[in-house]
Nanobody
Framework: QVQLVESGGGLVQAGGSLRLSCAAS????????MGWYRQAPGKQRELVAT???????NYADSVKGRFTISSDNAKNTVYLQMNSLKPEDKAAYYC??????????????WGQGTQVTVSS
């Protein structure tokens, strides 16, 4: 079993910055991919950014050039640096890990969510 603990959300003015963190603990063989998703009220959860084990990253068009995903593999932690925040970035942000267990099967885990609010 893997537990994900998120931190770093909060209230910020438009144009400001926040950094989200998500640390994984528990038993697993390796991490295949990590990512951040968000869900605004009344909307479906959407992908924000992902990073795979080789370091390649992928971003939603709406955050390209403003958000940066990174990881510290030694700490089993993924980060999301969010700059130039806009009111439309307001949402609950969820981290996502895809790990390979000792039985070599892949499992997907979600964080509990952290709220990001951007005031105009």
């Amino acid at each position: 079993q893997v537990q994900l603990v998120e931190s770093g959300g909060g209230l910020v003015q438009a144009g400001g910055s926040l950094r989200l963190s998500c640390a994984a603990s528990g038993s697993f063989f390796s991490i295949n991919a990590m990512g951040w998703y968000r869900q605004a009220p009344g909307k479906q959860r959407e992908l924000v950014a992902t990073i795979i084990s080789g370091g390649s990253t992928n971003y939603a068009d709406s955050v390209k050039g403003r958000f940066t995903i990174s990881s510290d593999n030694a700490k089993n932690t993924v980060y999301l640096q969010m700059n130039s925040l806009k009111p439309e970035d307001k949402a609950a942000y969820y981290c996502n890990f895809i790990v390979r267990a000792s039985n070599m099967y892949k499992y997907e885990y979600w964080g509990q969510g952290t709220q990001v609010t951007v005031s105009s």
